[in-house]
């Protein structure tokens, strides 16, 4: 502390001698410069405490309205953060220890103060008590740092435990309900691994603002980790109310957050648990939210979902999928079926499409509907995408080393492993190990990964044209539906997607779709590729329309590579490609 600082000292003293006393010696060393303020009674001084600053009080135990330990209470609620010393009698040296023990720093007995020693107490009382805030400060910091998130400030998994604990109390005492809705980000990593984590916090923080804006004061939103948010709505009449509150929050969170000069775009997925109706404790209830949670995601995101008893058996499903899939790829568990590509016009096969089928050794075969999914979610697709790719270009390249004939290969990609920021150099690498001819690679990608992100997309796709490797639209028609889109993409084909190809065959249907993507593509000058066909009469109308290349059934199913290869010998069979 720096002694020269001028010091603002009350005397509350009802003694005009002691008065005069302390006043002479504070004036007597101007080492301890101070400006004296005196009063002679509590009540005078708690109305001057309540409109004024001091640094410390010098007060009196035996004050008219106020003696003792009394005075001592009333000082501390009327100034509680400032230093205090006591004056008191000879006789009064045991309530003087009693002062202490009440939060005076220091105490002075009359008949007994020097200037030294007043100045001194003065100067070590100050210092004392700084100390004491400083720790207090840091106490009652460290115990909100324990119960709130260091970045948003919001509550956090302890502190949202115990509210929720005290809420299903207070809703029991008033035949109330209460809900807890688990938030989820759709593609935060994507804006975290694109534009760095200080941008990925400065959206956190945005959410999290928008969040609490969204309920009541009496209700909780908390931060649990990552980009997970809990919330807490008390003293609803009916679980109905909760998804007012989900709806309010999804279009909140879904409108533009301006940061760092970047327009984001980000929407949310939410699921919601009632008490009583689906838990009756904490645990469970954040457990059941963000199970629906997951089945709102599954539903198509940027939605909510309430908790159903069926949501469990699907949850741990899902779970022991995703348990077993990290161990699929060293036990060897997946395999590539491929599936011929037909020229319409000569019947011969000009590509295959590789797909992925995994045979569990206790469940059997998995549908990739099942477990692309957990896979996508969990991460892993990005080791099992890798795997596809280089397997099917190490078989496409042994299939020519036999002496087969040349041929497209064709993999799917997802939009997680596509917009990944090492997508390319994965790529790249993975031509080089294998050897097989970037040209006769095509990927597959469908409408929703060319849209999300454009820009950033056709970057990418004039990389992979420069490259050589082709790229086409898969599915086409049941995203955006736009062929105008295309024109600002380098594609080279796009997938009628199957639905619309059986529309061909089914009685009552009409085919204008199909007609209008070929004609289309065609004058976008891109291939048209018709998957899904299974009559001979899709076959006569596809090739009427000169749709080029057809995929389906009617020609093979997906089969292993050996016998892929015995296609690629033999041709398709001629009553299969002749009308």
């Known amino acids: 502390m720096n002694a020269k600082l001028l010091k603002i000292v009350l005397l509350v003293e009802d003694n005009p001698g002691d008065t005069r006393l302390l006043r002479e010696m504070l004036n007597e060393q101007n080492s301890f410069k101070t400006q004296l303020t005196h009063l002679e009674c509590m009540g005078a001084a708690e109305k001057f405490l309540a409109?004024?600053?001091?640094?410390?009080?010098?007060?009196?135990?035996?004050?008219?309205?106020?003696?003792?330990?009394?005075?001592?209470?009333?000082?501390?609620?009327?100034?509680?953060?400032?230093?205090?010393?006591?004056?008191?009698?000879?006789?009064?040296?045991?309530?003087a220890m009693q002062a202490l023990q009440h939060g005076a720093q220091d105490y002075l007995i009359k008949g007994q103060i020097e200037t030294r020693a007043l100045l001194r107490a003065l100067r070590y009382a100050i210092e004392r008590k700084a100390m004491e805030n400083a720790?207090?400060?840091?106490?009652?910091?460290?115990?909100?740092?324990?119960?709130?998130?260091?970045?948003?400030?919001?509550?956090?998994?302890?502190?949202?435990?115990?509210?929720?604990?005290?809420?299903?109390?207070?809703?029991?005492?008033?035949?109330?309900?209460?809900?807890?809705?688990?938030?989820?980000?759709?593609?935060?990593?994507?804006?975290?691994?694109?534009?760095?984590?200080?941008?990925g916090d400065k959206l956190l923080q945005s959410i999290a603002k928008r969040l609490v804006d969204c309920i009541r004061g009496s209700d909780s939103v908390s931060r649990q980790g990552g980009d997970e948010f809990v919330v807490l709505l008390l003293d609803?009449?009916?679980?109905?109310?909760?998804?007012?509150?989900?709806?309010?929050?999804?279009?909140?969170?879904?409108?533009?957050?301006?940061?760092?000069?970047?327009?984001?775009?980000?929407?949310?997925?939410?699921?919601?648990?009632?008490?009583?109706?689906?838990?009756?404790?904490?645990?469970?209830?954040?457990?059941?939210?963000?199970?629906?949670m997951y089945q709102a995601k599954e539903n198509g995101r940027r939605s909510f979902q309430f908790f159903k008893p069926a949501m469990n058996a699907r949850a741990v499903e899902r779970q022991s999928i995703e348990e077993s899939l990290r161990r699929a790829l060293e036990r060897r568990e997946f395999a590539l079926h491929y599936q011929p590509k037909v020229n319409l016009k000569t019947g011969a096969i000009i590509g295959a499409e590789a797909l992925l089928r995994w045979r569990h050794?206790?469940?059997?075969?998995?549908?990739?509907?099942?477990?692309?999914?957990?896979?996508?979610?969990?991460?892993?697709?990005?080791?099992?995408?890798?795997?596809?790719?280089?397997?099917?270009?190490?078989?496409?390249?042994?299939?020519?080393?036999?002496?087969?004939?040349?041929?497209?290969?064709a993999v799917n990609v997802s939009a997680i492993e596509f917009r990944h920021e090492k997508f390319l150099e994965g790529l790249f690498a993975t031509l080089d190990q294998t050897g097989f001819d970037p040209r006769s690679l095509e990927l597959e990608l469908t409408e929703s990964v060319l849209m999300k992100h454009a820009e950033s997309m056709a970057k990418i796709l004039r990389s992979l044209r420069d490259s050589g490797i082709g790229v086409a639209v898969d599915d086409f028609g049941t995203g955006?539906?736009?062929?105008?889109?295309?024109?600002?993409?380098?594609?080279?084909?796009?997938?009628?997607?199957?639905?619309?190809?059986?529309?061909?065959?089914?009685?009552?249907?009409?085919?204008?779709?199909?007609?209008?993507?070929?004609?289309?593509?065609?004058?976008?000058?891109?291939?048209?590729?018709?998957?899904?066909?299974?009559t001979l009469e899709e076959v006569v109308f596809l090739r009427a329309y000169r749709c080029e290349e057809a995929q389906g059934y009617y020609f093979s199913r997906p089969v292993p590579a050996q016998q892929f290869a015995m296609l690629l010998k033999n041709g398709i069979p001629e009553s299969a490609v002749v009308a």
């Not at 135990?61 to 001592?72: M, T």
């Open 51 to 95: 409109e004024n600053a001091v640094d410390i009080i010098l007060l009196d135990l035996g004050l008219p309205d106020a003696r003792g330990l009394e005075a001592i209470r009333r000082t501390r609620a009327a100034a509680p953060g400032i230093a205090l010393v006591v004056l008191t009698g000879l006789d009064d040296e045991s309530v």
């Open 135 to 199: 720790a207090l400060a840091m106490a009652q910091h460290m115990a909100h740092s324990a119960e709130h998130d260091f970045l948003t400030g919001l509550p956090n998994r302890m502190l949202l435990n115990d509210r929720i604990g005290q809420a299903i109390a207070l809703a029991r005492r008033h035949v109330k309900k209460a809900a807890v809705l688990f938030l989820d980000l759709d593609g935060f990593k994507h804006i975290n691994d694109s534009l760095g984590h200080p941008v």
């Open 236 to 292: 609803l009449e009916h679980a109905e109310n909760a998804a007012v509150t989900a709806r309010r929050m999804l279009e909140a969170v879904a409108k533009p957050h301006y940061i760092d000069h970047h327009d984001l775009h980000i929407t949310a997925s939410i699921g919601v648990s009632v008490y009583p109706d689906d838990a009756l404790d904490a645990e469970a209830l954040i457990k059941n939210a963000d199970t629906a």
């Open 361 to 409: 050794p206790t469940r059997g075969p998995v549908s990739p509907a099942d477990f692309i999914p957990v896979a996508e979610d969990c991460g892993l697709i990005f080791p099992i995408g890798a795997w596809v790719l280089h397997e099917a270009c190490a078989q496409a390249r042994a299939w020519i080393e036999a002496g087969l004939p040349p041929i497209s290969m």
């Open 480 to 534: 955006y539906s736009s062929l105008s889109y295309l024109q600002k993409f380098p594609v080279d084909a796009v997938k009628i997607d199957q639905s619309f190809v059986r529309q061909i065959s089914t009685p009552g249907e009409d085919t204008t779709i199909v007609k209008a993507v070929i004609g289309m593509a065609r004058g976008l000058k891109l291939r048209v590729i018709a998957e899904g066909v299974e």
